[in-house]
């Protein structure tokens, strides 16, 4: 290798939901080359899920995660849902999206203040970082542990929830269940706030570099369950048409998919 060629290489990255690798490339001091490496193996769910009886399957691809079951298990329960002609009632709406919302908290809570915050105030992990930091730690665990709160009421359990079903769910938590959660909620939502700001003080690299970057976009609430899929080049289309405009590929390092345009 040249004197003037780098290459760093991180074969294990312990704060991702999952496992993965860093490889990083240098030339003349520049950045040449970046893989993120996936080495967990594919799951094959699209295999497995054929054959099953269609109440099997939000529940079978909960499973791919048990961090972020609800994304997986609210596509496979809408891709059905739109296959059978079902439409929900806007009750089971405003119930996923409070689904989803749980999984968020939890999730983001995590990334937050355990995986991503010892990084950039440097700390080798979330336990070394709590000696200096323990009101953002435990702020981070009680955000996390109310989410799941709210997962284990509407979904069943807080790990691959149980609870949602083709048309609705298969029990309707009670009010008085809701409504314990209230006081928590009434802490978390400052809680979240004081999170941004905390957020919004860590010192960040100045980068830039021009992506097509692709969302779900709804008219009338930030998009997470329905809406369009929107590029900041200017595509603008339905979601049953996104592989109509983009390919899913295998690349050699890595086992997960890449998007391309197409």
């Keep these: ?21 860093l490889h990083i490339h240098t030339q003349d001091g520049r950045l040449a080359e970046v893989q ?4 967990e193996p594919p799951r094959l769910f699209e295999a497995f899920l054929r054959g099953r009886p269609l ?6 691809t909960a499973r791919i995660c048990g961090i972020c079951p609800v994304a997986y298990q609210m596509t496979a329960v809408h891709a059905l849902e739109a296959a059978l002609g079902v439409r929900i009632s806007p009750e089971i709406r405003r119930l996923r999206r409070l689904l989803y919302c749980g ?12 995986l991503h915050a010892p990084d950039f105030l440097g700390y080798e992990s979330g336990i070394a970082m709590a000696a200096d930091h323990p009101h953002e730690v435990n702020r981070g665990l009680r955000l996390k542990k109310h989410g799941n ?26 009010r008085e269940e809701l409504a314990a959660l209230i006081p928590d909620f009434e802490w978390g939502l400052q809680a979240a706030i004081d999170t941004t700001r ?24 930030y998009a997470f369950n329905e809406g369009r899929v929107v590029s900041t080049t ?3 289309v339905p979601v049953t048409e ?18 391309h345009t197409l």
């Design 36 to 39: 993120l490496e996936i080495y």
């Design 234 to 236: 200017g595509r603008d």
């Design 103 to 114: 999984e968020w908290i939890e999730s983001h809570a995590l990334h937050m203040h355990l």
């Design 149 to 174: 709160q709210l997962l284990e009421v509407l979904g069943g359990r807080a790990i691959h929830p149980i609870n949602v079903a083709v048309g609705g769910f298969y029990r309707a938590p009670r």
């Design 55 to 60: 109440e099997e399957v939000p529940d079978i």
């Design 1 to 21: 290798m040249p004197l003037n060629s780098r290459t760093i290489r991180v074969e294990t990255l312990s704060r991702v939901e999952g496992e993965g690798a």
């Design 242 to 259: 996104y592989e109509q405009i983009y390919e899913e590929v295998h690349v050699p390092h890595s086992t997960s998919l890449h998007s």
């Design 198 to 221: 905390w957020v919004a003080e860590l010192k960040c690299p100045d980068f830039e570099r021009a992506y097509d970057m692709v969302a779900l976009v709804h008219p009338d609430e």
